[in-house]
């Protein structure tokens, strides 16, 4: 059974930096993407980032480009989001994907697995 388990959520002060880290486990998939997306209060869940296993290019908002970067971790199996510069309109419930289809990246429904989330909350 695939799991999604992400971690290093929390509050930080506008213009601080989090890292997000997602451990999947559970599956044998030699190719496929790995996604970040949100979901602010009131908000519709929106895509952040993602990245294909193999060819490792990555993909961004707009909003976020320049900001944030999603890799690899190939030791620890983990995709990781380094979120810096953060501003208070970051803050929102940050959750994992895993697609098995490594097109159409940035759209929620290609994706199959979900993790819970973890909160980040930006304070101005």
């Known amino acids: 059974q695939v799991q999604l388990v992400e971690s290093g959520g929390g509050l930080v002060q506008a213009g601080g930096s989090l890292r997000l880290s997602c451990a999947a486990s559970?599956?044998?998939?030699?190719?496929?993407?790995m996604g970040w997306f949100r979901q602010a209060p009131g908000k519709e869940r929106e895509f952040v980032a993602a990245?294909?296993?193999?060819?490792?290019?990555?993909y961004y908002a707009d909003s976020v480009k320049g900001r944030f970067t999603i890799s690899r971790n190939n030791a620890k199996n983990t995709v990781d989001l380094q979120m810096n510069s953060l501003k208070p309109e970051d803050t929102a419930v940050y959750s994992c994907?895993?697609?098995?289809?490594?097109?159409?990246?940035?759209?929620?429904?290609?994706?199959?697995?979900w993790g819970q989330g973890t909160q980040v909350t930006v304070s101005s």
């Open positions: 994907a895993l697609g098995i289809s490594t097109t159409t990246i940035r759209i929620e429904g290609s994706y199959d697995y």
């Open positions: 559970g599956h044998t998939f030699s190719n496929y993407k």
């Open positions: 990245i294909r296993w193999i060819s490792t290019n990555a």
